[in-house]
């Protein structure tokens, strides 16, 4: 089951925040960006960049996502790895809230998602 209408509005208030704090500086966003949607019951933060052998096409990159679960009210946290398949994170698979799997995203502790 996807989220309501007012949780994608207030998900998507909550990534755009992410996103002004995280992004690079404006002069380097056309190299790296950061980028994040709603899909389904998921939200998704991602890489921006021109590809390499075709500088005109932009590429998304995926770096994070988080489920939500409503049954028990948690997010579950997955990063993607070299095998291009998504992971839990498993220094913490679940978070309590959005802002919460943010603030893992930010901190990237074990530089899972952004390397």
Same mark, same amino acid.
């Given at each position: #089951?996807?989220?309501? @209408?007012?949780? $994608?509005?207030?998900? @998507? ?10 992004? =690079?500086? =404006? ?10 949607? /709603?899909?389904?019951?998921?939200? @998704?933060?991602?890489? $921006?960049? =021109? ?7 932009? #590429?998304?990159? =995926? ?5 939500? /679960? ?9 990063? #993607? ?13 679940? /978070? ?10 930010? @901190? ?8």
């Amino acid at each position: #089951m996807s989220l309501s @209408e007012f949780e $994608i509005k207030r998900a @998507e208030k909550v990534i755009q925040g992410f996103l002004e704090k995280h992004r =690079p500086p =404006p002069h380097i966003r056309s190299q790296l960006d950061l980028g994040g949607r /709603v899909s389904g019951q998921s939200v @998704e933060i991602f890489s $921006i960049r =021109p590809r390499y052998d075709d500088p005109s096409i932009r #590429m998304e990159t =995926p770096a994070a996502k988080a489920t939500y /679960v409503k049954s028990r009210s948690l997010w579950k946290v997955y990063w #993607m790895r070299a095998d291009l398949k998504w992971h839990a994170y498993e220094p913490q698979a679940e /978070v309590k809230s959005l802002e919460a799997f943010l603030d893992l995203v930010g @901190e990237d502790a074990h530089a899972c998602f952004f390397g």
